[in-house]
């Protein structure tokens, strides 16, 4: 997301809340946010592909414990496993 945005962590500060929330209002304002969607779609669409509205997840993996179990020494549910290349780490929604 951050390369998608261009915002270099290392020489930029992430924008705040209220600065995005100043950008949403006017796109909503001016009606804007379709009009960009429909912009953004329009390349792939040529090709045959379509973007659709949806949710972006940020999938960064952390380090974390390699306990996988709660108390009642069953696994936790929310806890999924996943692997990058040949080593695997376990994950779990914010």
Excluded: C, W
Excluded at 35 to 53: D, V
Excluded at 57 to 78: H, M, W, Y
């Amino acid at each position: 997301m951050r390369n998608f945005v261009g915002i270099d962590l290392a020489v930029e500060s992430v924008p705040d809340a209220t600065t995005l929330l100043r950008v949403s209002h006017l796109l909503e304002k001016h009606v804007l946010t379709q009009r960009i969607f429909e912009e953004i779609n329009a390349t792939p669409a040529e090709q045959g592909q379509f973007m659709r509205e949806g949710t972006i997840v940020d999938a960064t993996i952390v380090a974390a414990g390699p306990l996988t179990k709660n108390k009642a020494k069953q696994r936790d549910s929310e806890i999924k496993q996943t692997r990058k290349g040949k080593q695997f780490y376990f994950s779990m929604k914010a």
